[in-house]
Each structure stands twice: as C-alpha cells, then as structure tokens.
C-alpha cells in the first residue's frame, strides 16, 4: 500500500475508534432519546393544530419551544442539542468503515449509496442540535420563516427557481423512501434486534411503520409546496413542516387526517425511543 494511502488508512482507523468510543455511544443514545422526544411533541402539536389551536408550530421548532417554556428548559435544551451531536458523529461515523469500499470498483456505488444515507442521517441530527442550541442561548429562529426567505432569496437569482424546483423533488424523493421504509420494515435494522426482547419486536415494527408512513406524508406535502413556490414565484407556499400540516388541516377532512399525522409522528417517537434502547447503525437498510 503507498505511504500515503497507509497513513490516510491509518487517520481513517483512528477515527474510526473515537466514533466508537462508549462514552459517544452513550451521548448518541441520549440523542436518540432526544430525537424521540421531538417526534412525541410534534406529534402532540399537530393534534393540538387539529383541534384548532391557534399559535402553534407543529414542527421542530414548535417542539424545541414547547421544550424552552418547560422549567429548566434551557439545560435540557443544551442536553437535546449536545446529544443529537454526538448522535450525527456516531452515525456519520460509519463512513469510516465504508469507505474502503470506495477503490473497488464492483463496490464503489453500493458504497457510495451506503455512505451517502450515513451522510444524510448524519446532517439531518446535526441540523437539529443546532437548532436546539440556538434556542439553548436565546436565539429566535422559525423554521418556516427561514424556509421562506432562503426561497425567496434563492429565487431572485438566475436559475433560482430550477434549484428551489430540485430541491422540493429531492424532498419529495425523500417522502417517498420514508414511505418505502415503512413499508418494506427495512428501518428494523436500525434496531439491535438480538439485544431486543422477542416480544418486543412486532411492537417495534408496526409503531416503525406508522412512523415512516406518517413522516413520508408530511414530506411529500413539504415537497409539494415547495415545487409550487418555484412555479409560482410565490413564496408564501414554502413553510417546511409546520406549512405542510397547515395545508393538511384545509383539506376536507382536515382534522381527521391531521389527528392521523399526528399518531403518526407520535408513533415514529416511540419507534426512536426504542431504537435509543436498542441501537445499530447498520447503513445498509
């Protein structure tokens, strides 16, 4: 192997070891617990939407308010943030097992597949934690809003509205997996299945199912208006989440499907929940 790949591999294995230290494992729970806990709130917040509460985010940063307003809520704010943290390091980590893979060429792209949902899952926490910091120091921030005006900004640029287009595909292409997930039940080995109780596991999955089922929706929706703003130059449509539960609740049988969504993500938080008690980080589901 040439020296300069040896110390590269070496650099990788290093790595590698801290990602696997117990002392991140045990942070990255604590972020899966966290992760949970987000899910449950935004659960109970859409189903307080579809009761026609007024005032409320039915999104990540609705949860992490609801978090804030809590007594304490500042210290479990820097927990939440720290643990989902530790919890993108653990799972980005796996790149580092993968990454061999890369210099062969029968396995370059299932690699590079494997590595980059690692990457994704790893940002998605990691967006998160940031966003409970902000809140942990006193930072007001919206998604929605910031949503909007990266849009608009994006859009009063040359080629913005074919950008804004790609992303609201990928985002729908992201509520199709989620959906597939579920349905296919690969999200089960993400879950230590050996370590947990057999009668545990046809719990895990169907609260898993609905989970998945539930976040693919919102997503498509989140897609949706997004696509709309690129087509529209209208702005307003791309509100993340929180819009997505909005234009939900103005269907038909709005609080209907609403209270479904709503069990839905409360479902995935069980799911997570488990998953902190039981964790794998097997990126080839």
Do not use: N
């Given at each position: 192997?040439?020296?300069?790949?040896?110390?590269?591999?070496?650099?990788?294995?290093?790595?590698?070891e801290?990602?696997?230290?117990?002392?991140?494992?045990?942070?990255?729970?604590?972020?899966?617990?966290?992760?949970?806990?987000?899910?449950?709130?935004?659960?109970?917040?859409?189903?307080?939407?579809?009761?026609?509460?007024?005032?409320?985010?039915a999104?990540?940063?609705?949860?992490?308010?609801?978090?804030?307003g809590?007594?304490?809520?500042?210290?479990?704010?820097?927990?939440?943030?720290?643990?989902?943290?530790?919890?993108?390091?653990?799972?980005?980590?796996?790149?580092?097992?993968?990454?061999?893979?890369?210099?062969?060429?029968?396995?370059?792209?299932?690699?590079?597949?494997?590595?980059?949902?690692?990457?994704?899952?790893?940002?998605?926490?990691?967006?998160?934690?940031?966003?409970?910091?902000?809140?942990?120091?006193?930072?007001?921030?919206?998604?929605?809003?910031?949503?909007?005006?990266?849009?608009?900004?994006?859009?009063?640029?040359?080629?913005?509205?074919?950008?804004?287009?790609?992303?609201?595909?990928?985002?729908?292409?992201?509520?199709?997996?989620?959906?597939?997930?579920?349905?296919?039940?690969?999200?089960?080995?993400?879950?230590?299945?050996p370590?947990?109780?057999?009668?545990?596991?046809?719990?895990?999955?169907?609260?898993?199912?609905?989970?998945?089922?539930?976040?693919?929706?919102?997503?498509?929706?989140?897609?949706?208006?997004?696509?709309?703003?690129?087509?529209?130059?209208?702005?307003?449509?791309?509100?993340?989440?929180?819009?997505?539960?909005?234009?939900?609740?103005?269907?038909?049988?709005?609080?209907?499907?609403?209270?479904v969504?709503?069990?839905?993500?409360?479902?995935?938080?069980?799911?997570?929940?488990?998953?902190?008690?039981?964790p794998?980080?097997?990126?080839?589901?």
């Open positions: 192997m040439p020296r300069p790949l040896l110390r590269l591999h070496r650099a990788v294995e290093a790595a590698r801290v990602t696997d230290h117990p002392v991140l494992r045990a942070a990255a729970r604590l972020g899966l617990v966290a992760y949970g806990v987000v899910h449950l709130l935004i659960g109970w917040l859409t189903w307080r939407v579809s009761r026609g509460a007024d005032e409320t985010d999104d990540q940063t609705g949860a992490l308010q609801t978090v804030a809590t007594p304490g809520g500042a210290v479990l704010l820097w927990a939440i943030g720290l643990g989902l943290l530790s919890l993108a390091l653990w799972q980005g980590g796996e790149v580092l097992l993968w990454w061999r893979g890369l210099f062969h060429r029968e396995h370059r792209l299932r690699t590079a597949v494997v590595c980059a949902k690692c990457l994704a899952k790893a940002a998605v926490y990691a967006v998160l934690a940031v966003t409970a910091l902000l809140f942990a120091v006193g930072a007001e921030y919206r998604a929605g809003e910031r949503l909007r005006e990266l849009t608009g900004e994006t859009l009063e640029v040359p080629g913005g509205a074919v950008a804004v287009g790609a992303v609201a595909v990928g985002v729908v292409v992201l509520g199709a997996y989620s959906l597939w997930r579920g349905a296919t039940g690969g999200f089960m080995r993400d879950i230590d299945l370590a947990a109780p057999d009668a545990w596991e046809p719990v895990i999955e169907v609260v898993g199912r609905i989970g998945y089922a539930a976040k693919g929706v919102a997503f498509g929706v989140v897609g949706v208006l997004l696509f709309r703003a690129a087509t529209t130059a209208d702005v307003s449509t791309a509100t993340g989440l929180d819009g997505a539960m909005t234009a939900i609740g103005r269907t038909g049988a709005g609080p209907w499907l609403l209270t969504v709503a069990v839905g993500f409360a479902a995935f938080g069980v799911y997570a929940l488990a998953r902190a008690r039981y794998d980080r097997d990126p080839s589901s």
